[in-house]
T-cell receptor, first 115, second 113 residues
Framework: GESVGLHLPTLSVQEGDNSIINCAYSNSASDYFIWYKQESGKGPQFIIDIRSNMDKRQGQRVTVLLNKTVKHLSLQIAATQPGDSAVYFCAENKAPSNSGYALNFGKGTSLLVTP | DTGVSQDPRHKITKRGQNVTFRCDPISEHNRLYWYRQTLGQGPEFLTYFQNEAQLEKSRLLSDRFSAERPKGSFSTLEIQRTEQGDSAMYLC???????????FGSGTQLSVL
């Protein structure tokens, strides 16, 4: 079936370095993608989103890149800080769907920032 | 704090008991979603409301599960005759419009003994 998946389950980076988290998706009908951050014991927290008519979007210290040709999404975090340590999920909308465009999540990448 | 509230935060119950969770979405959001998350996995879609209408249910939502949103505001998720496999984090989310970002609550962690 169609799914969202992540290339690496864990990523360890040094404080101050840039982090890149990758995600592959297989539903060519998806037109909306989101990255969430989840800390232990908390719900997912929105980071940044991108629609399929764009290939790059920037936020504060974060950039999302979308490559529709190879169905690949990435999250770049600049100058990674200890507070960035968390599990990161990419998600795609369930298009076409009658589910109000509920999101389909991947398994997540655990980011560990070391001093 | 996203503005989505869930209660209780934790629930421990014995197998066979019924449990009910509550979600209060962001007030102007008419779309409300329930997800389930097990350890090491991403959230899995359970069901979706637009106002008071339940428009889609996942195959994950067995007949022991029922969700309501009677006045189009808060929602409840009830699990009857709980099983150990029901142990998970139950997440509620809301959104302002279709195909927009979801705002999640902190979840209810259910442990079935």
């Amino acid at each position: 079936g169609e799914s969202v998946g992540l290339h690496l389950p864990t990523l360890s980076v040094q404080e101050g370095d840039n982090s890149i988290i990758n995600c592959a998706y297989s539903n060519s009908a998806s037109d909306y993608f989101i990255w969430y951050k989840q800390e232990s014991g908390k719900g997912p927290q929105f980071i940044i989103d991108i629609r399929s008519n764009m290939d790059k979007r920037q936020g504060q210290r974060v950039t999302v890149l979308l490559n529709k040709t190879v169905k690949h999404l990435s999250l770049q975090i600049a100058a990674t800080q200890p507070g960035d340590s968390a599990v990161y999920f990419c998600a795609e909308n369930k298009a076409p769907s009658n589910s109000g465009y509920a999101l389909n999540f991947g398994k997540g990448t655990s980011l560990l920032v070391t001093p | 704090d996203t503005g989505v509230s869930q209660d209780p935060r934790h629930k421990i119950t014995k197998r066979g008991q019924n449990v009910t969770f509550r979600c209060d979405p962001i007030s102007e959001h008419n779309r409300l979603y329930w997800y389930r998350q097990t350890l090491g996995q991403g959230p899995e879609f359970l069901t979706y409301f637009q106002n008071e209408a339940q428009l889609e249910k996942s195959r994950l939502l067995s007949d022991r599960f029922s969700a309501e949103r009677p006045k189009g505001s808060f929602s409840t998720l009830e699990i009857q005759r709980t099983e150990q496999g029901d142990s998970a984090m139950y997440l509620c989310a809301s959104s302002l419009a279709a195909n927009e970002k979801l705002f999640f609550g902190s979840g209810t962690q259910l442990s079935v003994l």
